[in-house]
């Protein structure tokens, strides 16, 4: 493959800013809500060091300006400091985001010295119980305030980012009052999406209207409160909202996800849309991926969106959602979203909500298949 | 945290914002944490001088010389920026 793949730019479709860099799907936690899909990528398919520092490359070149690196747990890859480096000496600005469970203070130095510029921290919970009730791991609440602790002292800027469901939704505040007593700058409290691990685990985790709103209600008296000291992004749950996410801000329009194994994907979950045909990294330049696989170009714009769409003014705001909730729950991935409240299917998605939110399951924590599965 | 800005105030992008060159669209842009801010060519000849040294008055003084506009008009258009930037968390006041 050669660098040099920007051979043909299509006028039409501008060039990505951001790149979700899926490192891993190797991780020490098990968040049942986890966005990696279910049938995990091992170890063994990873793309190696020469092949993601190709990747970053020739992200630069293409238009990348922001890289992601994530996984499962990116530190989870011995080479993440070499990696980091890469994205410095290209101008890549990189965003680590991190569990924080398994990073020394000597390694978090060698990455502060390599050049990264942001670290994004997740917390599971507020307290030790339920940061190990959701992550499956003991100690991991006290593990993360510690490497919170290490990244300010480098004074490296932090976020910190909350996956919201019913067995956290009760913490709100102490979420707010632990990124306040941390010294992080940001507090990104999303609420649960459901693909991947979340949809296998959606009857535990969805939360109840009347919670849903009381966290509103906080956040919101929060973000008035701490405007100026503490930046407070929240991501208001879809199910009970009536219009749908511009989800990615458009289908291949901004960013580029590319997972362990090295398949440029349009979004993380674009996988669970059958029929749809990815381009492998080690066989394609990016360019070549974002330009012209069938993947990309099979969303892109919104000409295929249903009428009801095509004659009204959020067309061009949300793009008519996310396809993976529109094929989820209609069976079409060119629906709009079920979400829009002028989805055929809105009434059946809103009983369902009702319906999960009354029910009282125990988590499937993610794991890899123990054997190959079958059907 | 909106302190009142002054022709003495020096200001600074904090540690994991940075400017760099857009090649691929073309312009300037402010890299942040989740975020980028596309920079048009005034606001681009502003941050320029911002440097952690430079006061208010001497960057509004270094744009004058350089463009052909009048002085007070300059400074509210720095004034202007200065604070959307501040209250974005992407600049800050060195201490
Ligand atoms: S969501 Fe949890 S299990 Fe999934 S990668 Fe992040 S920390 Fe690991
Ligand atoms: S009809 Fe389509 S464009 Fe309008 S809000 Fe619903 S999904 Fe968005």
Partial sequence: MSETALTHTDTTVAPPMGMLAELTHRCPLQCPYCSNPVELERRSDELDTAAWQRVLREASRLGVLQVHLSGGEPAARPDLVELVETCAHEGLYSNLITAGVSITPERLAALDAAGLDHVQLSFQGASDEVTEHVSGMRGAFEKKCAFAGEVKALGLPLTLNVVIHRANIHQIDEFIDLALALGAERLELAHAQYYGWALHNRSALMPRRADVMTALRAVEAAQARLKGRLAIDSVVPDYYAHGPKPCMNGWGRQTINITPSGLGLPCHAAQTIPGLEFWNVRERGLADIWYHSPAFNAFRGTDFLPDTCQSCDRRDIDHGGCRCQALMMTGDARQMDPICQYSPWHDEVQTLTLEEAGRDEPFAYRRFARTARQA | ?95
Avoid at chain 2, 13 to 40: K, N, S, Y
Avoid at chain 2, 56 to 65: E, G, K, N, P
Avoid at chain 2, 75 to 87: E, G, T
């Fill in chain 2, 1 to 95: 945290m909106n302190q009142a800005l002054n022709d003495n105030t020096v200001m600074r992008l904090p540690r994991g914002v940075r400017m760099r060159h857009d090649a691929a669209r073309g312009g300037w842009v402010l890299l942040a944490p989740e975020r980028i801010f596309q920079l048009d060519a005034i606001a681009h000849a502003v941050m320029t001088n911002v440097d952690g040294k430079q006061s208010v008055a001497q960057i509004v003084d270094a744009l004058a010389a350089d463009f052909d506009a009048e002085r007070g008009q300059i400074r509210r258009d720095v004034l202007a920026l200065f604070h959307a930037l501040i209250d974005r968390g992407v600049l800050e006041v060195t201490t």
